[in-house]
């Protein structure tokens, strides 16, 4: 079965430094792996989608997620963190059957200046 | 701007009381869902419809009822909640089921007393 794992409920970085989101997939066929971010009181906006083209992949707001099939991973970067990237982020792969996602537990990201 | 329309945004209701959400989207997406989130958790899926059919039931309790009239719209039939069904309910649409990405609204905060 499907599943994603976010390593680190919870991660501050500083105003300018280097955001690392982890995210850890077990899947057994080719994933569809996807980024999602949440504002407090709002729906969840897709940041990035991987659906096995290009294993680099770029997303808005200047965030990207690279694709190892080695690692089973797909962690979540942005070069340098602003303020208004406070938020509620999560990891999602598709279930086997193709008919709906499933999320991991979610990283609060925390920005300081 | 959402392109996802959930309303009302916000909802009190007592243990006896009917009330509806509702869900509206112009996409021209065949597939709507229904997700269920509790505070610092993850979406989980409720319901999804494909093509106005109900395709998938996550085993929800029946005082919850879906209802998708047209290709446009979605609703959540509630009746006799209880106060753990306080939660955000978000809507999201997709091309089909199953295909990327999903589009949420903002959810509509329920609050069950």
């Known amino acids: 079965a499907q599943s994603v794992t976010q390593l680190g409920s919870h991660v501050s970085v500083s105003e300018g430094a280097l955001v690392l989101l982890r995210c850890n997939y077990s899947s057994s066929v080719p994933p569809y792996l996807f980024w999602y971010v949440q504002y407090p009181n709002q729906g969840l906006q897709l940041l990035l989608k991987?659906?096995?083209?290009?294993?680099l992949v770029k997303g808005i707001n200047g965030f990207e997620a690279e694709f190892k099939k080695s690692e089973t991973s797909f962690h979540l970067t942005k070069p340098s963190a602003h303020m208004s990237d406070a938020a509620e982020y999560f990891c999602a792969v598709r279930n086997q059957a193709g008919t709906a996602l499933i999320f991991g537990k979610g990283t609060t990201l925390s920005v300081s200046s | 701007d959402t392109e996802v329309t959930q309303t009302p945004k916000h909802l009190v209701m007592g243990m006896t009381n009917k009330k509806s959400l509702k869900c509206e989207q112009h996409?021209?997406?065949?597939?709507m869902y229904w997700y269920k989130q509790k505070a610092k958790k993850p979406p989980e899926l409720m319901f999804v419809?494909?093509?106005?059919?109900?395709?998938i039931n996550e085993s929800v309790p029946s005082r919850f009822s879906p209802e998708c009239p047209n290709s446009s719209l979605l609703n959540l039939h509630l009746h006799a909640l209880q106060p753990e069904d306080s939660a955000l309910y978000l809507c999201a649409s997709s091309q089909r089921q199953g295909t990327s990405p999903l589009h949420f609204g903002n959810g509509t905060r329920l609050t069950v007393t």
């Open positions: 419809y494909s093509y106005e059919k109900l395709s």
């Open positions: 996409m021209g997406h065949r597939a």
């Open positions: 991987y659906t096995s083209a290009a294993t």
